[in-house]
T-cell receptor, first 120, second 114 residues
């Protein structure tokens, strides 16, 4: 199956620093990628939809200046957590969609293994 | 609004036992429904899906039927194996959305003991 690589898998940083997380689709081109946040024992919460060549669409309540998303190519999207604080500590997951449009058309999302961010 | 509710875990079963993980949803219109599985240290993988009422999704011995009348999509397997131990997520995607935006349940951890 298709593979989505997410890097790093775990990062520890000091409060006030910025952290960049990469999401790559390794064997297909992804016009659309998604970024999720997962709290312990809770569901994945969609943060934003990343579209190649255009600005990301953020979900309500997600600070776009805090979580910068760049989707500069069809195989790479990055999430930068700016001026990270301990409350940003979480598990961040990306997915890349093969195909354009809605999932009921047969398109499939492939997920990365996630990045655990710990802010001290 | 749109939401997905799963039974709380962890679910602990012996090998070869019958598995049911309940999932109910709330959505406007007719969503597509999915089950994803996350094995330790790996990303979520699509397990099965159903795109309209009465459809049955199946894969690797797992099944789930899209029940519009009860707004449910329960996951079942007749005989679980230790290798099925993982976290299972139920999710929906609205047809009216122009992207593959997914709304997930909270996940159910399955532990299968030999």
């Amino acid at each position: 199956g298709a593979v989505v690589s997410q890097h790093p898998s775990w990062v520890i940083c000091k409060s006030g620093t910025s952290v960049k997380i990469e999401c790559r689709s390794l064997d297909f081109q992804a016009t659309t990628m998604f970024w999720y946040r997962q709290f312990p024992k809770q569901s994945l919460m969609l943060m934003a939809t990343s579209n190649e060549g255009s600005k990301a669409t953020y979900e309500q309540g997600v600070e776009k200046d805090k979580f910068l998303i760049n989707h500069a190519s069809l195989t790479l999207s990055t999430l930068t957590v700016t001026s990270a604080h301990p409350e940003d500590s979480s598990f961040y997951i990306c997915s890349a969609q093969r195909g354009v449009g809605t999932l009921h058309l047969g398109n499939i999302q492939y997920f990365g293994a996630g990045t655990r961010l710990s802010v001290l | 609004g749109n939401s997905v509710t799963q039974m709380e875990g962890p679910v602990t079963l012996s090998e070869e036992a019958f598995l049911t993980i309940n999932c109910t949803y709330t959505a406007t219109g007719y969503p597509s429904l999915f089950w994803y599985v996350q094995y330790p240290g790996e990303g979520l993988q699509l397990l099965l899906k159903a795109t309209k009422a009465d459809d049955k999704g199946s894969n690797k011995g797992f099944e789930a039927t899209y029940r519009k009348e009860t707004t449910s999509f329960h996951l079942e397997k007749g005989s679980v194996q230790v290798s099925d131990s993982a976290v299972y997520f139920c999710a929906l995607s609205r047809r009216s959305s122009n992207t593959g935006k997914l709304i997930f349940g909270q996940g159910t951890t399955l532990q299968v003991k030999p």
